[in-house]
């Protein structure tokens, strides 16, 4: 994670919003082999997992880490090239900006994606 004045914005080549319907949304799992992502909270709160890719082949409790961010403190979790996401927002209006390093087209065939059936939240709050 990087406090918000030290992000190096030289490799980002797509910046996009997303704002879930709701705290109830969760949008979990997907990853990249070769993409990395970094995630602002513009509004709001959220709660973050990021679980390796390789673990989804084993015990993914073992390598699964959760992150809180809100957007009173401006940090930039940086989800490296490798591992699954997932996230939802504990606010409602809750805003996230999402910076990658792989344009659109290019992000559709490094995307890895698992269902919430196949890897369960499990929320810690």
């Known amino acids: 994670m ?14 996009y919003s997303i704002e879930p319907a709701g705290t109830n949304f969760i949008r979990a799992w997907q990853g990249h082999r070769k993409e990395r992502k970094w995630f602002l909270v513009n509004s709001g709160s959220f ?5 390796p890719l ?20 401006q940090q930039v979790l940086a989800i490296p090239a490798g ?20 344009d659109l087209e ?10 919430l059936d196949d890897i369960p939240w499990i929320s810690q709050r």
């Open 106 to 115: 290019a992000s559709k065939f490094d995307h890895i994606r698992y269902s």
């Open 47 to 51: 709660e973050f997992k990021t679980i």
């Open 83 to 102: 591992y699954l996401n997932g996230f939802r927002a504990l606010e409602d209006e809750s805003r996230l900006l999402v910076f990658s390093d792989f």
């Open 2 to 15: 990087y406090a918000f004045p030290t992000f190096n914005i030289s490799e980002i080549v797509r910046i």
């Open 54 to 73: 390789a673990d989804t082949q084993y015990s993914i409790e073992e390598g699964r880490k959760t992150w809180y961010l809100h957007s009173c403190v």
